[in-house]
Each structure stands twice: as structure tokens, then as C-alpha cells.
């Protein structure tokens, strides 16, 4: 399974960005797509996750300003962050728990900077 997300961002505190991470390889059955963080100095936290029926599931700190979604037919998984803050820069990783194992992304650096 390999996971290849779009490129890092940099956007002034209050704009936005989206991610998106595309699935590819022994990717059948897959339920779970999701993203973590992990800022400097800080544990690689949950960000957001989404199953294959559309449910999902939102850290507390992104509530309300972060939107994972996902399209099925193209494995791929979005992520919308809106009303960016200084504290959600962070190396973002998808991952994909797939028979067993979890898969990662390469890591995307999002900036939050004026």
C-alpha cells in the first residue's frame, strides 16, 4: 500500500488548506482513512478519520474548523482545514490500518504564519 499526499502549504493564520492523500496498490478492503500531526516537540496526535460508510471522527482541537472526506472510487481522502491557527503547524500524516498493519503518508508540512 503506498500513500502519496499533496504538497506542503503555507497560509497566514484565519486562511485555509486542503490536503488530499491518494491510496494505491493491495489497497482492497480498506475501511479507515485518516490523518495525524505532529508538531515540534509534540506526540503525533489524531487529527481526524473516516470510514468507508462516511462516519467520521474529529480531534478536539480541529472541531468545527477541520473537514475530512473522502471519495471511495478514487481512495482518496481529504482533509479541509479552515480558520488556521499558529498551533496547527504540524507535519501532517495519512494512514490507511489495512490487515493488520498501518500504513503511512510521506508527512506534509502545513505552516500557519503571517
Known amino acids: 500500500v503506498q500513500l502519496q499526499a499533496s504538497e506542503e502549504g503555507l497560509v497566514q493564520p484565519g486562511g485555509s488548506l486542503r490536503l488530499s492523500c491518494v491510496a494505491s496498490g493491495s489497497i482492497f478492503g480498506i475501511s479507515v482513512m485518516g490523518w495525524y500531526r505532529q508538531g515540534q516537540g509534540k506526540q503525533r496526535e489524531l487529527v481526524a478519520k473516516?470510514?468507508?460508510?462516511?462516519?467520521?471522527e474529529h480531534g478536539d482541537s480541529v472541531k468545527g474548523r477541520f473537514t475530512i472526506s473522502r471519495d471511495v472510487a478514487k481512495n482518496t481522502v481529504y482533509l479541509q482545514m479552515n480558520s488556521l491557527k499558529p498551533e496547527d503547524t504540524a507535519v501532517y500524516y495519512c494512514?490507511?490500518?489495512?490487515?493488520?498493519?498501518?500504513?503511512w503518508g510521506q508527512g506534509t508540512q502545513v505552516t500557519v504564519s503571517s
Open positions: 473516516i470510514l468507508r460508510d462516511g462516519s467520521t
Open positions: 494512514y490507511v490500518p489495512l490487515r493488520g498493519s498501518v500504513y
